[in-house]
């Protein structure tokens, strides 16, 4: 249950906030090339490469025809929508629709009927990943010591550089995030995010209500940009609450807990919108269509986390965990990520339907996702729910293929 909610939340939010600031800023072949290309990635790539290194294992039958099965109806749902080249407002909802559906079919079989029980882990098997991990992390432990032994003058170089900007990214993560251990309280930082947190929400708001709209604050006949009136409040609230409280929480405190997620959800949000100007600027200098920077870069930067965690739990001892993680991520961005912001996109021009140009990229893109979905359904039930390693090399063959084929597309489309 918490793979298909909390976990895919927390791998899929740079997703999510890529393909809203996509289609928010016009670039809807980006977000629909990013998302597609982000799913072909893990569907091949990924279980390709994790079917490589742990082969053969088994797999939980009806757990793995869920996800496969729901994905695939997904993907192909999005496909037929995006041929007819336009998309209603209801039809874009049925995409976040179909995903709570699934959530709920996934907790009716996990506490309902009690089809997964084998997928639950008892506690000696959390023991024994502990373990591993230790043992993995004692390893590299040492060979960093080594490493650092021979290359003692160049780490020291490196570890200088590193905190020489990683030094202000953290003061600034923590002047706007607040902490939610009370062993980690700061009244300082405290007093500091009554400050800035405010300020940063009312720079996302800043489409709807301007920095600079005019206030009628303490005095009758003047009129203040709303940030200074913001600043004034919060600046006392600050001081209030550097000089009264003195000791920490005893206990994690809930308000504490849900604004450190908003902040963390406005930096994702942030970070997402300025590396999609920066591809769109990459795009400009270099001549290369937004297409292919969505299917390319912007695709492995946002899936590198998902082949180093299911590496990582395939290492662990736990391929069978590895694989059901590769489907759940995926379409947890493209039915809530990219729904999300077909829904937005879809009110505004509310009852018309919103324009998807065609491009042979995306429908290129589609074409390989659902044969890596059909594939894996077809071959891993043939082999009664085992997965064989000549398929893995069969998936990741298809993804250099794939690669092949959208740069070719991309070089010589207009």
């Known amino acids: 249950m918490a793979a298909v909610t909390l976990l895919a939340l927390g791998n899929g939010a740079p997703d999510v906030f890529a393909s809203v600031a996509a289609l928010r800023g016009g670039q809807y072949r980006t977000g629909f090339g990013a998302i597609l290309s982000a799913g072909t990635f893990v569907s091949a790539f990924v279980v390709g490469f994790v079917a490589i290194y742990a082969a053969p294992f088994p797999v939980d039958a009806a757990s793995f025809v869920r996800d496969v099965l729901f994905y695939l109806i997904a993907a192909s749902f999005l496909f037929f929508v995006y041929l007819s080249g336009e998309i209603f407002v209801w039809q874009a909802v049925g995409f976040v629709g179909f995903y709570v559906f699934f959530v709920g079919f996934v907790f009716w079989m996990d506490f309902g009927t009690n089809v997964e029980r084998g997928r639950v882990i008892s506690e000696e098997e959390k023991d024994l990943l502990r373990v591993q991990d230790c043992e993995i992390g004692g390893s590299f432990e040492s060979c960093k010591a080594e490493k650092e032994h021979r290359f003692s003058g160049v780490l020291r170089l490196y570890g200088t550089i590193s905190r020489m900007w990683e030094t202000p990214v953290s003061v600034i993560l923590l002047l706007t995030i607040p902490k939610t251990s009370p062993s980690e309280w700061s009244r300082f930082y405290r007093s500091a995010n009554i400050v ?17 709209h005019p206030i009628s604050f303490l005095f009758p006949n003047t009129h203040l940009p709303l940030w200074v009136v913001v600043v004034f409040m919060t600046s006392s609230l600050a001081f209030l609450h550097f000089t009264v409280e003195k000791q920490p929480p005893k206990t994690e405190q809930l308000p504490v807990i849900v604004v450190a997620f908003i902040m963390s959800v406005f930096w994702i949000s942030t970070i997402a919108g300025e590396l999609l100007n920066c591809l769109a600027a990459l795009g400009t200098l270099l001549k290369l269509p937004p297409a292919l920077l969505g299917l390319t870069v912007l695709a492995w930067g946002n899936s590198v986390g998902d082949l180093v965690a299911d590496v990582a739990v395939a290492k662990a001892g736990r391929p069978a965990m590895a694989m059901a993680g590769c489907f759940a991520g995926p379409m947890f961005n493209m039915l809530v990520g990219l729904g999300t912001a077909l829904v937005m996109q879809t009110a505004n021009v509310y009852p018309k339907a919103y324009e998807l140009g065609f491009h042979i990229g995306i429908v290129i893109a589609f074409v390989f996702l659902l044969l890596s979905l059909m594939g894996s359904l077809l071959v891993i039930t043939w082999s009664r729910f085992r997965v064989p390693r000549f398929w893995g090399i069969c998936l990741v063959g298809l ?13 010589f489309s207009t």
């Open 196 to 212: 800035f947190c405010p300020l940063c929400l009312l720079y996302t708001c800043n489409s709807f209500v301007p920095l600079n």
């Open 399 to 411: 993804y250099v293929v794939f690669t092949f084929v959208s740069l070719i597309i991309a070089t």
